[in-house]
Each structure stands twice: as C-alpha cells, then as structure tokens.
C-alpha cells in the first residue's frame, strides 16, 4: 500500500518560535496533499490543501501567514508554523492523494508541544 | 447540524461479538464513502472505500451505504482485541480534488 511518512514526529518548541513539518509521500507521486490538525478526542480539522507547484488553498479561519505550506515536489509538502503559541499544540497529520485517485493515505501525525 | 453525524462513543465489547458502526450525512451529492482506523496518536489507515449504494466485504469488514437514508455502517465481524481503535468515516463528493469530510470518530474497545 501507499506509504505517507512525516518528519518529526513530535517535537517541542518554545513560544515565539517556528516549526517545520515535513510529509513525504515514499512510493507513489502525490499530486495533492493535506494538512489537518486533530484536537484531543475530536476528529480531523482539514487545514490546507495543496497541489504541487501551486499556492496552497486555505480552510476558512485557518491562518495562511501563520500556517506556511510549501508543496515543492510531488513526494513532499512541508508545513511551517510561524511564531507558534501554546494554543498551536496540536497533532498535525498530512495526507497524500495522487492525481484522480479519491482515497487518501495518511501520515503518522506530527504532535507539536509550545511551552 | 454538522454535515456528517457519528457516535463519539466509547463503544466496548466482548471479543468475539459483531460490532455495528455508523454515520449519518446530510449532504446528498456524496458519492465516496470511506471508513478510517486511527490508533492512539497515530495517523488513520484506510479500511475501506466503498463508491454510491451497497455492501462491500473484505475479510471481517463489511461496509455498507445506503444513499437513499444517507447511512451508511462498518461492520467487524470476529472482533478482536487489537481492533481497538477509534474509527472515522468519511466521505467525499466527487473525484479530482474534492475534499473529504471526516465524522468526529467513535472509539472501539475490545475486552478480551
């Protein structure tokens, strides 16, 4: 099957700083990729979808200066939170679709810590 | 009302007992319809993918939609213990690049 991988998978940083978070698609070219975040006990929160080579689509409330999407390639899609606060702790899992295809193949998630 | 409908649970059974999972939806133009397990802060895995109306089996899971109710249901026969998990259903509208809309997960727990 499809494999997704992100980088890292948690990580902790200190408040006012960025974090980078990187979603790999490792066997197959994905033409599309998502960002979500997940809150503890509710579901999937789609963030921004990106399409390689283009500007990333933003969700409505989803702040595209905070949340910086890059999808430079067909296997990676990187998502950079800028001067991230407490309230940004969250995990953060990408997905991966490629071209036509309608399943989407998940990553491990990326859970983010700001003290 | 939110667009997909899914009992948060916790849902616990015995090992062994046929387990029933279900949403409801109100939007009738989705056509794609998934169902996700996700582990204990791990990513979701694809189960199955089923597209319009009927039943889909594979091994001791059963999917099943039911456009005309806008219902649709998993079924794990034989459950087991490592089956535990949350599950997420999902749908979608149309292929390309439509996005899909997740239920809000209903935790399974299997007592051995």
């Known amino acids: ?115 | 009302q939110k667009e997909v409908e899914q009992d948060p649970g916790p849902l616990s059974v015995p090992e062994g007992a046929i387990v029933s999972l279900n949403c409801t939806y109100s939007n009738s133009a989705f056509q794609y319809f998934m169902w996700y397990r996700q582990y204990s802060r791990k990513g979701p895995e694809l189960l199955m993918y089923t597209y319009s109306s009927g039943n889909k089996e594979d091994g001791r899971f059963t999917a099943q939609v039911d456009k005309s109710s806008k219902y649709i249901s998993l079924f794990i026969r034989d459950s087991q213990p490592s089956d535990s998990a949350t599950y997420l259903c999902a749908m979608s509208e149309r292929g390309g690049y439509q996005k899909v809309t997740f239920g809000t997960g209903t935790k399974l727990q299997v007592i051995p």
């Open chain 1, 1 to 115: 099957g499809a494999v997704v991988s992100q980088h890292p998978s948690w990580v902790i940083c200190k408040s006012g700083t960025s974090v980078k978070i990187e979603c790999r698609s490792l066997d197959f070219q994905a033409t599309t990729m998502f960002w979500y975040r997940q809150f503890p006990k509710q579901s999937l929160m789609l963030m921004a979808t990106s399409n390689e080579g283009s500007k990333a689509t933003y969700e409505q409330g989803v702040e595209k200066d905070k949340f910086l999407i890059n999808h430079a390639s067909l296997t990676l899609s990187t998502l950079t939170v800028t001067s991230a606060h407490p309230e940004d702790s969250s995990f953060y899992i990408c997905s991966a679709r490629a071209g036509a295809q309608e399943t989407q193949y998940f990553g491990p998630g990326t859970r983010l810590l700001v003290l």
